[in-house]
C-alpha cells in the first residue's frame, strides 16, 4: 500500500482490514505501507518496489486533486521496470469519480500501471463516509469497480472467485 498522507493511510488500511476480514480464511495477508513522501528516498523507493513484486494486491490511496508527485511515478516506474507477478492495482480516491480533470489524470496513468503490468485495475470513486455516517468496511468497498477492459465481474464477488484459483494467494506473499 503507498499512501498520501494520513487520512489517505488510514483509507488504506480500512480497505486492506475489509479484505482480511472477508477473505482472511481462504489467503494469507501481509501488508506494508508506504508514505508518498518516503518514495523519495532512492534506496526506500526501491525497497517499496522490492516488495511490490512479491505483493499480489498493490492499493494506492490518494486525494486525487493533484498529479501524483514523481516520486510515486519514480517507483510505479521501477516496478514495472521487472516482471511483476501482481493481479490487482486497487486506486483509492477521496473525491468523486468526476471530481476533477486531475483525479482523472491520476486514475487513467493508474490504469495504464496496471494494464503495462497485465493486472486488473480496480478503483473506488465514490466519497468516503462523512464523520455522520458509519465508516464500516461494508462501505468502503461498494463502489470499488473493475475498470480493465473486458472483464465485466462485480468486483468483490468476482474477485474472490478468482482468487481460489491461486493457492497460497496474499497481500504480500
Known sequence: MVYE??????????????????LGGDCQ??????KFDVLAIPRLREQAARDVRT????????????PLPPEV???????????????????LFDSPLDASPETQKVRAYL??????????????PDRWPGPTQTAGAVQLFPALVPV???????????????IETFPHWGINE
Open 148 to 162: 480493465a477492459e473486458g472483464n465485466t465481474f462485480s468486483a468483490l464477488p468476482g474477485f474472490r472467485q478468482r
Open 5 to 22: 498522507d494520513f487520512e489517505t493511510g488510514k483509507h488504506a488500511r480500512k480497505t486492506y482490514d475489509y479484505l482480511t476480514h472477508h
Open 29 to 34: 495477508f501481509s501488508n506494508e505501507m508506504w
Open 73 to 91: 511515478r519514480s517507483w510505479i516506474d521501477l516496478w514495472l521496470s521487472e516482471e511483476v507477478s501482481s493481479i490487482a492495482l486497487v486506486a
Open 55 to 66: 505483493a499480489d494486491i498493490i492499493i494506492v490511496s490518494c486525494h486525487g486533486g493533484s
Open 111 to 124: 490504469a495504464d500501471a496496471a494494464k503495462r503490468g497485465n493486472m486488473e485495475f480496480f478503483a473506488q
